[in-house]
Structure formats: C-alpha cells, structure tokens
C-alpha cells in the first residue's frame, strides 16, 4: 500500500487541516501523559517552519455530538504550546464564525488548535455537510491520527474526499513500522499476544496465525487455549464458551505453518492480591483452587529462545497480571530480552496497545523498542488485518 505524504508538498502560506490525536490520558484534571502531543510536534513543526497556517482538528473522549464543558480541548492546545514552545491559538468552535474568525487572523507559520470535533454530531456520522464546513477552513488535509483512522468520521475520513489529503509524519511512521512487522516483514516473524480474553482478540489471532511464523499466546487468553485441549486449569480466569473456536485458531496455525507457543508453566495463587502466597507449577499440575497470574521461568526461557531466532516481533498484550507484582515478572523479563534483542541490532521490535505500552514502560524499556505505536484500538484492528478508513482514504 502506498499514501500520499508531505513529501514535496508546497505549503506555503496554505492554510493546513491537521487531524491530530488530542485524545490524550487524563487524571484528576491533568494531562498524566503526553507522548500523543509529542509525537505530533514534528509534523507541526515541519508545516510551520515551511510557511504554512497549522490549523490542529482533533477530538478527546466521547462527547457524542454535544459540547460537554469538561471535554473541551482547552488543556490540550495549552499543552501542545507548551511542548512545542510557542503560542497556539484557540478557537471555541470547530467550524462556523468562531473557527473562521481564529484562522482568519493566523499569519503564516502560526497554529491553531480549533474544539473537540465530536462537540457535533455529524463528527461520528460522518456528515457530508459537516465534512464540508470542515473543508471551508483549510486549503489541504494532513491527518496524523494514526490512532483515529480505525474510525470513518468527518475529521477523519470525510474531509479527506473534500481537499488534497496526505499523511503526517506521525502517521508515515507508524504505517512505515506496521508494514515492516507484518505486510513484508524480514523472516522469521514472531508475535506475542497476551491480554485477558481470547473473545476480544478473535480477528487478530485468526489474521496473526496466517501471517507469523511463531504465536506466543500469554495472559489469561492462554488459559482457553489449555483448558480447551482438556488441561485442568483450577480456579483460572477462562472462557469455557470459546473451546471450540481456541481449537479452530490452533487447527488452522497448524495448515499454515504457524508455531504456538503455550506456557508450560505457570505462577498461580488463590487470588489476583499484592503480597499473596504464589507457587510454581508445571501446566497440568495447577492446583483446582489456585489461578494462573503469569507464566513461569521455563516458559520465559522458551520464548526468549524463539526471541533469539527471531527477526522481527509484534507485541501486543502482557503475558501476565503485570499491574501487580510479582506477577510482572513474566512480562518484565520477556519485555528485557526483547530490548536487548533490539539493541543488539538481531529484532525489530513493534508493541501497541495501551497495556501493552505500560507493561514496557514498566520493564524500563520503552525507549529500546524499535516502534512503540502511540494507538491503542486501531493497532488491534491493523493487526486484524482491517482497511483503516482515515487510512485508506490518503492511499494514491
Ligand atoms: C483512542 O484513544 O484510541 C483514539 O483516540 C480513538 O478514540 P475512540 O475510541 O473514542 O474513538
Ligand atoms: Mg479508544
């Protein structure tokens, strides 16, 4: 697949719809991270530096087609100013007089970021109409929402039918690593999936078995994949209801070559509770009241032997309950092979997905992934193997 980036485009004195991905973590009222508005620095930056009018259309939380007060991006335009060291204006509106009056007063080289595009209703709907109102205010679109694209609505798919459209460089560099882990990756390809439910991962198991060489399943997800084959798994968080279709997923790895690696041993407990009694087993020997909470050390050893082999490897999912210890062990070492496969210059290394993101940053090695991708549900549905609407629309 190839879309249209910046490349060459003059932009001058244009004024320049950016679709970012303002949707960023809040706590408490506070921005708690702000890798999405880092991320989309360069783009702004290479737009302003080049003369052009950096008008930023984005949307936060799910306002559904009403202005919610405490969803305006007041905090984000703030933020992104403060990350990108210069004054960013502010519009009350995402289109009409208040969005028109903003852009009007811009000289080249400013920026601008206009309200929550889903403030209105025919966002989601993905509206002609709106579409269109969005259009009036910019000469060209560049969507940089990776992030977004999962979704077809105004600001990020409608408006691209409406101006010359192409993909930011936030956006570039994330099809750019998602291509290289799995449309033409360098062989063999590996993938770690983890999580708790299989019943939320169905399409990416289906599509990941067809595509990579070797599917780690961790997480609770692996505890269907060995209750399903008739290993006791005692008091185990598991889907009973997806035995069969476990079963389909491993019949159809095997017609296509694809290895599964299930844990062979485990860290159970009587409950999901910091400083509780923890014992190792073997699968097959898991106590009927106790419960998997992380693969065991045999297990890592596998994976990171298959790691070794490996020369590209897509991750999406803990292997354990990480977010409480000790059962962050699993994940913690795997995620430190990964890094150090990385950093020798032996892995490619791609994770996505919001848990997936803290696991590494909870391991330290967020900084020697080769892509960590800043999107959560669109990384899924990408790893489904799903056309991303705001995606396709910049194809040519
Ligand atoms: C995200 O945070 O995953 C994106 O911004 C999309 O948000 P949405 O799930 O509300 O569409
Ligand atoms: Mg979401």
Redesign the pocket.
Known sequence: MSYRTLDGVAVAGKRVLLRA?L?VPVRDGRISDLTRIERLCPTIRELSEKGARVIVLS?F??PKGKRVPGMSLVPMAGALGEVLGRKVRFAEDCVGVPAQQVIETMYNGDVAVLENTRFHAGEEKNDRAFSAELAELGDMFVND?F??A??AHASTEGVAHLLPSYAGRLMQAELEALTAALTSPVRPVMAIVGGSKVSTKLDLLGNLVDKVDVLVIGGAMANTFLAAEGIAVGRSLEERDLHATALGIVARAKSSGCTILLPVDAMVASALAPGVATRLVSIGEVPADQMILDVGPKTVAEIVAVLATARTLVWNGPVGAFETAPFDAGTTAIAKAVAAATTAGKLRSIGGGGDTVSALKHAGVLEQISYVSS????FLEWLEGKILPGVAVLEG
């Open positions: 991905d949707n949307h939380d799910r929402a992030s977004a999962h979704r999107a959560g549900g669109a």
